[in-house]
């Protein structure tokens, strides 16, 4: 691993340093930023040339639309039109938070932040560095960050800054940053939701679970099509997604030299490495993509993962789990 020179890799996060990060991503450079989900990788939602950038970093087909990450929920009618009541709530209940709502697009979210859709996923984060850049960069004129998870396209989002600079270090220029925010909390991508109908539908489960955006809207929730079944752009829908080099297995207790994923309570098999033993269901979803990072650095070949059960967050880390091993 080669270290990033130190102009590109800001710990410190102060308002200085928030300001030139905002200059940069003015100036059409990227600015990967924590969020409380995953690390994002950043650029001005308005230009062209700048998102064309993420799409070459992430070696991402262009077709696959951005979430357009905004300061506050005030500025959802400059990026969308047609905002049904239900979103409304939504933001109100949820922003700043693990949660993208995809609405009708305005005239400002062009064909490259939409992948040619007539909507578009927008965000508030919940993460001080995250918010501070979007104030920041509003400050200067800035409407709205792009940001994709900060990996390589179909590899496992970085939920570190160091993460981030061993999966797309190499890619970025000098001018480009990253802003180091710690390890994040959640852990898994932000819940999607489908704003356009007439009910809500969830487009990719997250850490805003069905039960809460039923009682949120007071609606029931628009029948997800099964996963295999969503469109191809919407998140993950391809195989070989959330994917490390090992071959994720679902469901069984490892073999002697196999990595090993599973709740704390189960005991490691003799010879096993063990790679997380979260103590619950939010530690499980905190700690998964480092683990499965975990197993590469190491050259495990096999990494053995038993799913927690039940509803809430869980339904997201089985989403996760079943699309790292490669099946729907
Ligand atoms: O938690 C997150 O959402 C993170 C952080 C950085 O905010 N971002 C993230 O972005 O996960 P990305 O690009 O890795 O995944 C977003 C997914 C994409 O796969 C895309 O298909 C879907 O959101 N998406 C974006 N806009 C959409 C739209 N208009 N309609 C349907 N799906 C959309
Ligand atoms: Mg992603």
């Not at 683990?291 to 809430?312: C, K, M, N, S, T």
């Not at 989403?319 to 729907?328: F, P, Q």
Request: with cysteine.
């Amino acid at each position: 691993m080669t270290p990033l020179p130190p102009s590109q890799f800001i710990s410190d996060c102060s308002a200085d340093s928030l300001g030139l990060a905002a200059l940069r991503l003015k100036a059409g450079f990227l600015v990967a930023f924590p969020t409380e989900t995953v690390y994002g990788l950043g650029a001005d939602a308005t230009s062209a040339a700048a998102v064309g950038r993420i799409y070459e970093v992430k070696g991402r087909p262009s077709d696959h639309p951005l979430i357009v990450h905004i300061a506050s929920m005030a500025d959802i009618e400059m990026w969308a039109r047609e905002i049904p009541i239900y979103a409304i709530k939504l933001a109100r209940d949820f922003w700043p938070g693990p949660l993208t709502l995809v609405l009708h697009r305005s005239d400002i979210a062009k064909d490259f932040i939409t992948g040619g859709q007539s909507s578009v996923g927008l965000r508030v984060p919940a993460h001080s560095i995250a918010l501070g850049l979007l104030n920041e960069f509003r400050k200067i004129g800035g409407l709205g960050i792009a940001a994709p998870s900060a990996n390589r396209f179909g590899q496992v989002s970085p939920t570190s800054a160091l993460a981030v600079e061993e999966e797309i270090g190499s890619y970025l220029t000098p001018n480009d940053l990253v802003l180091d925010g710690g390890t994040a909390l959640v852990g898994l991508e932000s819940t999607i939701i489908d704003c356009t109908g007439k009910n809500p539908r969830i487009l990719r489960p997250g850490a805003i679970t069905q039960r809460m955006i039923a009682e949120s809207t007071g609606l029931s929730l628009e029948e997800s099509t099964r996963d295999e079944d969503i469109d191809i752009r919407v998140s993950g829908s391809m195989e070989s997604h959330y994917s490390p080099k090992a071959k994720v297995i679902l469901g069984a207790i490892a073999e002697s030299g196999e990595g090993f994923i599973a709740l704390a309570s189960i005991k490691t098999p003799v010879g096993a490495i063990r790679l997380a033993a979260p103590a619950n269901i939010e530690e499980y979803a905190r700690f998964l993509y480092a683990a499965l990072r975990e197993a590469d650095l190491q050259g495990l070949a096999r990494i053995a993962v038993l799913a927690p059960e039940g509803e809430g967050l869980a339904v997201a880390i089985r989403d996760r789990l079943r699309r790292s091993a490669g099946g729907i």
